[in-house]
């Protein structure tokens, strides 16, 4: 190895060296103690571990990629996020932890070597935490939840309550985010918990079907197709239709649906394409044209019309979670009441089909022509 490159690596080669010495003098004066029966009067505890809110704060600047990100993300002001910063490059022998690049700051060699630990060390302090209580019966930490604009965003709210009330001490957080980015998230374990349309392989996440969610056509209230009974699918064809993002799994159903009745991409007659449910339902509010959306976001939506149409379309929602990362007592107690069979009752309430009727749905395709 040249010099240049030995010189590369001290920064990285200190940090390690500190952390295992903050270890190993750790360790020792635990031993010292228990020996003697003295206090410890030569060490100070807070000076010898990690504090797991600068790790907190290094993380932020590391996900948002600058402190005044981080700060709004924590809440905090942006001299209290650099104050952290500094503490925590101090305890590590001065090694620098990131380096400005143009507008953001970016990790330095160390910084990246820091990231993996300070997440093992924030988990195991949760989970040290957490176990603490549950030793009373309480079940308490955080659960960061992830779910996507096409429509999980309303079915999750109807859960959150009820799960609120069973564990109070949980404290819970949303993202809502396209599925790709969730499952970046959930594998970064920034979210613990993902509510998506579309199926995963089983190998990385843990998969359970949550149910399936009916697709209905709507339009606005004044519209022709409102008061005509059932509509034909002929009647879209250059309708003015606001759709799902094409290569959505939203938009890959509701196509493969005009496909068998007959229309294909290039009948239909896209003016604005959005991921949200709340935005298209407003857009056809609003008269800009028609969509299918999922059913349980209609309730309370009297000002748009549900039309029947000759296909039947239905959506499928899943609950993810990591199958390689350890999980706290909070994220099982959360990802087992998504699955349990209150849930189930309150998402079948809202229109949402069983995981049973599903499966059975799931043997024929997901698009069945009604009859008129």
């Not at 939506?301 to 029947?308: A, F, G, K, L, R």
Request: positive net charge.
């Amino acid at each position: 190895m040249s010099l240049r490159a030995k010189r590369s690596n001290l920064p990285v080669q200190k940090m390690a060296l500190s952390l295992a010495l903050h270890a190993m003098t750790a360790a020792r004066d635990s031993s010292d103690r228990r020996l003697t029966g003295a206090p410890d009067v030569r060490i100070k505890w807070a000076n010898l571990m990690l504090n797991t809110i600068h790790l907190q704060t290094f993380l932020a600047v590391v996900e948002t990629g600058s402190y005044s990100a981080a700060a709004e993300r924590l809440h905090l002001s942006q001299p209290a996020v650099s104050s952290h910063i500094r503490a925590l490059e101090a305890q590590l022998d001065q090694v620098r932890l990131f380096r400005r690049v143009g507008q953001q700051m970016l990790p330095t060699q160390a910084g990246e070597e820091l990231i993996a630990m300070a997440r093992e060390m924030l988990e195991l302090a949760t989970r040290a935490e957490e176990h603490i209580r549950s030793l009373r019966g309480q079940v308490s930490g955080r659960v960061t939840l992830g779910c996507t604009p096409a429509g999980s965003e309303f079915l999750l709210t109807r859960v959150l309550k009820a799960f609120h009330d069973r564990h109070p001490g949980v404290h819970l957080s949303v993202n809502v985010a396209l599925p790709d980015i969730l499952l970046e998230q959930l594998a970064r374990q920034q979210v613990h918990i993902a509510l998506i349309e579309e199926k995963q392989s089983p190998r990385q996440w843990v998969v359970q079907l949550l149910g399936s969610d009916p697709l209905a056509l709507i339009t606005p209230r004044d519209h022709e197709l409102a008061h005509g009974g059932l509509v034909p699918l002929n009647a879209l064809r250059n309708a003015p239709m606001i759709m799902p993002r094409s290569g959505s799994a939203t938009r890959r159903i509701i196509d493969e649906g005009l496909r068998i009745g007959g229309l294909t991409p290039a009948d239909m007659h896209v003016v604005l394409e959005t991921d949200s449910a709340h935005i298209a339902i407003e857009a056809v509010r609003n008269g800009i044209g028609l969509a299918f959306v999922p059913q349980s976001c209609l309730a309370g939506h009297t000002d748009v019309s549900v039309v029947p149409v000759e296909l039947s379309l239905h959506q499928e929602w899943f609950a993810l979670r990591s199958r390689e990362h350890a999980t706290s007592r909070a994220v099982q107690e959360a990802f087992a009441f998504l699955t349990s069979e209150e849930v189930r009752a309150i998402l079948h309430k809202a229109g949402v089909r069983s995981p049973l009727e599903s499966k059975a749905l799931g043997k024929t395709p997901k698009v069945e022509r009604r009859r008129s």
